[in-house]
């Protein structure tokens, strides 16, 4: 098992960078593949970034492309997302999630109903 705890969430203006943090503690972090979603109010939860248990191979939701990017350091058992240029749609709760995956390497993950693991969320608004 194990355990995902988000941080760097806050508020920030249209144009503004945010660094999400998701940190690992349990079993081996190297072992899952990891993702980012958002849920904002009203709407259902959406994919927004996957990463390979390696780092090598990651993928994004068309809206994020660009502006997010998604990272690991398995010697630190975290994951990031840094998030650039914000705008007010990208305003949501964003959870990270862990999926086992088998060993090779290069498996992203983006089907939420594949992730076994989930942490509590952390709030991102961004003002126009």
């Known amino acids: 098992q194990v355990q995902l705890v988000e941080s760097g969430g806050g508020s920030v203006q249209a144009g503004g960078s945010l660094r999400l943090s998701c940190a690992a503690s349990?079993?081996?972090?190297?072992?899952?593949?990891m993702g980012w979603f958002r849920q904002a109010p009203g709407k259902e939860r959406e994919f927004v970034a996957a990463?390979?248990?390696?780092?090598?191979?990651?993928n994004y939701v068309d809206s994020v492309k660009g502006r997010f990017t998604i990272s690991r350091d398995n010697a630190k058992n975290t994951m990031y997302l840094q998030m650039n240029s914000l705008k007010p749609e990208d305003t949501a709760v964003y959870y990270c999630a862990a999926a086992l995956v088998p060993a090779l390497q290069s498996i992203v993950v983006v089907a939420s109903a594949r992730y076994n693991y989930w942490g509590q969320g952390t709030q991102v608004t961004v003002s126009s």
């Open positions: 990463i390979s248990r390696n780092g090598g191979s990651t």
């Open positions: 349990g079993r081996t972090f190297s072992t899952y593949a």
